[in-house]
């Protein structure tokens, strides 16, 4: 029988354990040592051993790994109510405190949470989810903790943080926040301040002459930067002290040891809050990364939470560990879904339009295909897989191209591609009812085959990709004027950070490997404001690498499903014999 009980100190728990086989029982300092070591059997007082269940073990596993025995018990954290409560539910006997009880209610019932007045400030309405949000941020804050409001695209993440930075700078003075953005949507969070929170003193901090702006600090409420400023300023940006250090589209970090992720955990900020649709696009490391920068160890180090979560859950598609990672990290992020919410947002139709190359593009495609796949299977036999990953991609990527159009791989090809004729048939028939459409597209020379193919008809467009400057000017000439339906689009660079409800058409050109990107890239028009029905179409080649890598997720994707995430890492988990099918 295990006994659990949790005793609260100011800002941790302590944990402490008691286990009886029988009549006998085991000391703290050996059951620690046995789960150390992977071991199931225990030693007992009376020199006899015992045997541990499994489920024990991996459970205290984990716990033993985000914390340090001391005094006969585990400390923990107070981000470590999850896992808290994981043993608690796992136990014989359980005995707990006020303050924790408190706070588990707290965290599992919105109804616990405490309910906030809007700041007098704000202009404009929090719908009831955008409420609980802001109620739910200011409990974060007052529990000392960060986290990550998840909710869709288009549901207003933007003015629940606003809302909150208002009520924040109405409390008193004190120091600036700081916005990390990607440089896209740095014009539309002015544009936000503007609206909903107009007494907050913004500063964007760009541009060649923002050293000149440093001098202004002091005398602002809220500093929106992006990631690339954050990156080359961080000596200086590291050096303030910040009220709110906000990711947003914190996924941006998901790499924990790029050089944004190393920036942001630099910041000198007493709270911590990210904003992202999509927090896990490919893997776990990137949730790690993300609460690395919120809420330091939660997860542990990044090699224990590789060991304790991501490759039982990854690997080997373990529930309860997956259970477990949901437990702990539940409490600190807060994810709604449109369907859920807002009920009053029109339908989104999505259909998949398949394509026949014609007979050119075909004879390009078997020629590249056949190519790469004697190649690529030596590579495999000689070097292995893992370092054959390069050239996978490299094939993949050419394939995608010859599928998208030739003329991307080979600049003297003069036949056709059936899914561009496919493409601007249906092209045609959008803008002559009157729509206006959004096409996406991963390869910028594809949009550029499309962009020339509008200027010989006359075809009035708006362009964005990831050189293209003055993009506010450009969305609002899309978004006003009823003259221009097009606007062509980088994936990349215009998938996440625009508000473009004039379209009620989007065309996916080519598929990404991740769902979640074409997903982000949709809710650029179905989101808060679209007032008609959106119809969003992905194109696909018929028997192509495309075909086959849509099947290939669709297998994949249940890896990690249940951990708020929304892709399951394409290449990491690629076998040879799926590298077969996709160049077979």
Not at 14 to 20: E, G, H, N, R, Y
Not at 220 to 245: C, N, P, Q
Request: proline residues 3%.
């Amino acid at each position: 029988r295990i006994g659990v009980r949790v005793s609260s100190g100011i800002d941790w728990f302590d944990l402490s354990v008691d286990i009886k086989f029988g009549g006998s029982g085991a000391s703290f300092q050996s059951f620690v040592n046995a789960i150390r070591q992977n071991e199931q059997f225990v030693k007992l007082d009376d020199g006899t051993f015992g045997v541990m269940p499994d489920a024990w073990v991996r459970k205290f596993r984990r716990a033993i790994s985000l914390s340090e025995p001391e005094d006969g018990a585990l400390k923990l954290s107070r981000t470590h109510i999850g896992l808290l409560n994981d043993l608690a539910e796992g136990a014989d006997e359980f005995e707990s405190d006020e303050r924790f009880d408190e706070l588990k209610s707290r965290l599992e019932s919105f109804t616990s949470i405490k309910k906030k007045k809007l700041p007098l400030a704000f202009l404009g309405e929090l719908r009831p989810y955008q409420k609980s949000g802001y109620d739910w941020l200011h409990f974060l804050r007052e529990f000392g903790v960060g986290g990550i409001l998840a909710d869709d695209m288009g549901l207003g993440k933007t003015v629940q943080a606003l809302a909150l930075l208002q009520s924040i700078h109405e409390d008193g003075k004190q120091p600036p926040s700081l916005i990390v953005v990607p440089t896209s949507p740095l014009f539309n969070w002015q544009k936000e301040i503007e609206r909903f929170t107009p007494k907050l003193r913004y500063l964007i901090y760009a541009g060649n002459d923002r050293r000149l702006l440093r001098g202004s600090f002091d005398n602002t409420d809220v500093i929106v930067t992006s990631y690339g400023i954050l990156r080359r300023d961080i000596d200086f940006l590291k050096s303030r002290e910040f009220t709110y250090a906000i990711l947003d589209e914190s996924q941006n970090i998901k790499n924990p040891v790029s050089v944004n992720a190393q920036a942001v955990r630099a910041l000198n900020a007493r709270h911590r809050l990210a904003l992202s649709g999509t927090p896990v696009e490919n893997s776990l490391n990137e949730l790690w990364s993300q609460f690395a920068f919120l809420n330091p160890g939660m997860l542990g180090s990044e090699r224990t939470f590789a060991e304790n979560f991501a490759k039982p859950i990854q690997r080997l598609a373990d529930e309860q560990t997956s259970q477990a990672l949901r437990q702990l990290i539940f409490p600190f992020i807060l994810r709604r879904t449109k369907e859920l919410v807002a009920t009053e947002l029109p339908p989104k139709v999505e259909s998949t339009v398949y394509c026949d190359m014609d007979a050119d593009q075909k004879r390009a495609y078997d020629l590249w295909r056949q190519y790469y796949r004697e190649s690529i299977l030596k590579s495999i036999e000689t070097e292995g897989l893992q370092r054959s990953k390069i050239k996978v991609l490299e094939g993949l990527m050419r394939l995608r191209q010859v599928c998208c159009h030739p003329k991307l791989v080979d600049a003297e090809y003069r036949g056709s591609a059936g899914k561009f004729e496919a493409f601007i048939e249906m092209l045609g028939d959008v803008l002559a009812e009157g729509h206006k459409v959004l096409v996406f597209s991963q390869f910028v020379k594809m949009l550029h085959v499309i962009r020339d193919h509008c200027d010989e008809r006359k075809i009035s467009y708006e362009y964005l990709d990831g050189a293209t400057t003055q993009r506010r000017q450009r969305v609002e000439r899309f978004q006003s004027d009823e003259s221009v339906k097009l606007f062509l689009i980088s994936l990349k660079a215009g998938g996440t950070g625009l508000n473009l409800t004039a379209a009620d058409y989007v065309i996916h050109y080519d598929p990404w490997w991740n769902p979640a990107v074409e997903m982000q890239a949709t809710d650029r028009t179905h989101r808060i404001g679209q007032k008609k029905q959106v119809f969003s179409y992905k194109l696909i080649t018929r028997e192509s690498v495309e075909e086959k890598v849509l099947a290939l997720q669709e297998r994949k994707q249940a890896l990690v499903k249940n951990i708020i995430t929304t892709d399951s890492g394409f290449m990491k988990s690629l076998t040879k014999e799926d590298v077969e099918a996709l160049f077979g």
